[in-house]
Protein backbone atom coordinates (compact mmCIF):
# COMPACT_ATOMS: atom_id res chain seq x y z
CA UNK A 1 0.00 0.00 0.00
CA UNK A 2 1.31 3.59 -0.76
CA UNK A 3 2.28 5.77 1.93
CA UNK A 4 -0.35 8.67 2.34
CA UNK A 5 2.81 11.52 0.63
CA UNK A 6 2.90 9.33 -2.33
CA UNK A 7 -0.81 8.83 -2.97
CA UNK A 8 -1.26 12.49 -2.51
CA UNK A 9 1.86 13.18 -5.60
CA UNK A 10 -0.52 10.81 -7.45
CA UNK A 11 -3.24 12.24 -7.40
CA UNK A 12 -1.65 15.63 -7.88
CA UNK A 13 -0.20 14.18 -11.03
CA UNK A 14 -3.59 12.73 -12.09
CA UNK A 15 -4.66 15.92 -11.64
CA UNK A 16 -2.54 17.69 -13.90
CA UNK A 17 -2.91 15.15 -16.59
CA UNK A 18 -6.88 16.41 -16.69
CA UNK A 19 -6.25 19.94 -16.58
CA UNK A 20 -3.74 19.57 -19.95
CA UNK A 21 -6.42 16.86 -21.50
CA UNK A 22 -4.90 13.52 -21.94
CA UNK A 23 -7.12 10.90 -22.46
CA UNK A 24 -8.80 8.94 -19.62
CA UNK A 25 -6.78 5.67 -20.92
CA UNK A 26 -3.45 7.85 -20.55
CA UNK A 27 -4.20 8.98 -17.24
CA UNK A 28 -5.12 5.83 -16.31
CA UNK A 29 -1.65 4.05 -17.49
CA UNK A 30 0.33 6.80 -16.29
CA UNK A 31 -0.75 7.17 -12.58
CA UNK A 32 -0.54 3.56 -12.55
CA UNK A 33 2.88 3.09 -13.67
CA UNK A 34 3.69 6.24 -11.39
CA UNK A 35 1.69 4.26 -8.51
CA UNK A 36 4.13 1.12 -9.36
CA UNK A 37 7.14 2.69 -9.37
CA UNK A 38 6.07 4.63 -6.11
CA UNK A 39 5.43 1.41 -4.36
CA UNK A 40 8.76 0.31 -5.14
CA UNK A 41 10.64 2.70 -2.83
CA UNK A 42 7.56 3.17 -1.23
CA UNK A 43 10.13 4.32 2.02
CA UNK A 44 11.83 7.04 0.07
CA UNK A 45 11.01 10.69 -0.98
CA UNK A 46 9.74 10.79 -4.55
CA UNK A 47 12.18 14.19 -4.75
CA UNK A 48 15.13 12.24 -3.87
CA UNK A 49 14.73 9.71 -7.26
CA UNK A 50 16.45 10.34 -9.48
CA UNK A 51 17.68 8.25 -13.09
CA UNK A 52 19.75 5.10 -11.51
CA UNK A 53 16.05 4.13 -9.34
CA UNK A 54 14.10 4.54 -12.66
CA UNK A 55 17.27 1.75 -14.08
CA UNK A 56 16.84 -0.10 -10.97
CA UNK A 57 13.22 -0.42 -11.21
CA UNK A 58 13.81 -0.95 -14.62
CA UNK A 59 15.92 -4.21 -14.34
CA UNK A 60 14.41 -5.58 -10.43
CA UNK A 61 10.64 -5.01 -12.18
CA UNK A 62 10.34 -4.69 -15.26
CA UNK A 63 12.86 -6.95 -17.00
CA UNK A 64 12.77 -9.72 -14.01
CA UNK A 65 8.96 -10.13 -14.14
CA UNK A 66 9.33 -10.35 -18.53
CA UNK A 67 6.95 -7.24 -18.84
CA UNK A 68 6.67 -6.07 -22.10
CA UNK A 69 8.30 -3.62 -24.08
CA UNK A 70 5.59 -1.38 -24.85
CA UNK A 71 4.52 -1.42 -21.22
CA UNK A 72 8.60 -0.20 -20.30
CA UNK A 73 8.19 2.52 -22.67
CA UNK A 74 4.81 3.91 -20.86
CA UNK A 75 6.57 3.40 -17.32
CA UNK A 76 9.72 6.01 -18.89
CA UNK A 77 7.06 8.19 -20.58
CA UNK A 78 5.07 8.60 -17.30
CA UNK A 79 7.73 8.90 -15.33
CA UNK A 80 9.89 11.18 -17.28
CA UNK A 81 6.81 13.38 -17.35
CA UNK A 82 5.98 13.47 -13.33
CA UNK A 83 9.16 14.30 -12.75
CA UNK A 84 9.54 16.97 -14.99
CA UNK A 85 5.58 18.57 -13.83
CA UNK A 86 5.49 17.46 -10.38
CA UNK A 87 8.87 17.18 -9.52
CA UNK A 88 10.64 19.93 -11.64
CA UNK A 89 13.48 17.48 -12.48
CA UNK A 90 14.77 17.19 -15.74
CA UNK A 91 15.78 13.80 -16.12
CA UNK A 92 18.92 12.80 -18.87
CA UNK A 93 16.99 10.79 -21.51
CA UNK A 94 20.31 9.05 -22.78
CA UNK A 95 20.35 7.18 -19.22
CA UNK A 96 16.42 5.66 -19.05
CA UNK A 97 17.06 2.74 -21.06
CA UNK A 98 14.35 2.12 -23.53
CA UNK A 99 14.25 -1.41 -25.69
CA UNK A 100 15.29 -1.49 -28.49
CA UNK A 101 12.89 -1.28 -31.42
CA UNK A 102 12.04 -4.72 -33.04
CA UNK A 103 13.30 -5.89 -36.12
CA UNK A 104 10.95 -6.95 -38.35
CA UNK A 105 10.95 -9.38 -41.22
CA UNK A 106 9.91 -8.90 -44.79
CA UNK A 107 6.62 -10.24 -44.92
CA UNK A 108 7.41 -12.04 -48.28
CA UNK A 109 4.77 -9.64 -50.26
Known amino acids: MLSDEHEARVGKFRLWLRSK???SNTEKVYTEALRVFLLWFNE???ADLEEDNIIQFNNAFILERK???????QVVNALKLYF????HKTLRPEI????KSPKLLPNGE
Open 21 to 23: RYS
Open 96 to 99: IHRP
Open 67 to 73: LSASYQN
Open 44 to 46: RDP
Open 84 to 87: STIE
